[in-house]
């Protein structure tokens, strides 16, 4: 998911929190007495009102279908992320198309790096957000020796990475982190 999607998803969520939040705690006060003696759930002229007012059903019916319509469009905007599946290698479309399928990309980095002496599991995705971004993620062993790791990965895998595309900058970010599985499992 992108950063964008990801702050609306906090800014929805904690405002509909709140309102749940505040709504349970006015019915839970009301409960107790703390507004008076609570009248009945619909006083008579609310329980007439609908009958008495034409356009109440369709407004109730337009205020659910909204609801319905920012609901779908919430769901796909979790659908939606900025990872790559194809990269257009295409540099003049005069002498044809040049695709390639991120996977393949993704793929030949992780298996790279998981060939290394002390990781133990690496992940590889490209994404887009506003350029094009390869992120490494690399599950380091007990044993491994990080500065060397480190040092592979920037120097070998990284480079062939930007070689197999033909992008001396694509920019990259490389996590490191510490095993959370035994050392023995690890072994290279």
Known sequence: MSRRVDTANRTV??????????GGG????????AFGDPPPVLPVSARRFEDDQPWFWW????AG????????????????????????LTRDDR??????HAGAL????????RALRGVVSASARLVEDR??????AVELADYADVAEVRRVLEDRVVAHARQAIDDPDLPVDVELRPGR???SRGLH
Request: glycine share 10%; no cysteine.
């Open 13 to 22: 969520l904690t405002l509909l929190g709140l309102l749940l939040l505040g």
């Open 26 to 33: 006015v019915g839970l006060a009301a409960g107790f007495g």
């Open 59 to 62: 407004a109730v019916a337009g």
């Open 65 to 88: 279908l909204l609801i319905a319509l920012l609901a779908l469009r919430w769901l796909l905007a979790q659908l939606h992320t900025d990872r790559l599946s194809r990269l257009d």
């Open 95 to 100: 002498e044809g198309r040049t695709v390639v």
């Open 106 to 113: 993704t793929d030949a980095v992780e298996e790279e790096a």
């Open 131 to 136: 350029a094009r971004k390869l992120t490494v």
């Open 181 to 183: 599985r035994s050392a």
